[in-house]
């Protein structure tokens, strides 16, 4: 992420109970929220190598609970574009300016996932509330599956789109419309990327409180 966690947290005076994290990965932000004295994580990442990886970057243990799932707006299974770089392009959308943008990122293979709801899989009474996704424009379909979880979300770290790098993926627009029902709004916004970037939304209750 373009956006440092602890840092960001820390601005907005947020003290964060617990995080869902959506494109695990290998694991990078583990010590970010570490920092940030988050102990309850839960971690989905779909590629079975990948998740490999992740398991021994994260230690899991009954507060840290890794899965090897996608998350989305369906319980099901989907199929995924794996890239062969290092792996952190992969998506449940078909890539699309991605290929030329990236000409060094190849998307060599396809697997099938298991895809979950947040709000399926999740305890209603569970310790979360801070969703950040990093999930290659499958974003808001996840979000769209957290329905009853957002009611209870303090903030949101996704990255943003104003470019088709997929096919389909949802534009920084679209997320901002959706998280603004449930009071949530993008206060800080980073376009390193140049058409994609990262953007950290946070509950109204919490905006104006930044030190």
Known sequence: MLINISDILLKYGLNINGVIHGGGHYGEEYREYIRSNIHNQIWFEPQPDVFKIMERKVPSSEQVILCNKALGND????????????????????????????????????????????DDFIPKDNPYDFIYL??????????????????????????????????????????????SNYNIHRVETNWEGGNWGDAFYVHENYIGKEK
């Open 75 to 118: 319980n099901t299974r989907m199929k995924m574009y794996c890239d062969s770089y290092n792996q952190g392009s992969s998506s449940l959308l078909k890539p699309k300016l991605h290929l030329t943008q990236f000409k060094h990122i190849k998307f060599e293979k396809e697997i099938m996932v298991d895809v979950v709801r947040i």
């Open 134 to 179: 990093d999930c290659q424009g499958y974003e808001l379909e996840i979000l769209k599956g957290a329905k009853d979880t957002l009611k209870s979300i303090k903030c949101v770290m996704v990255e943003i789109n104003r470019d088709e790098l997929y096919e389909n993926n949802a534009m920084v627009e679209d997320i901002d419309d959706y998280l």
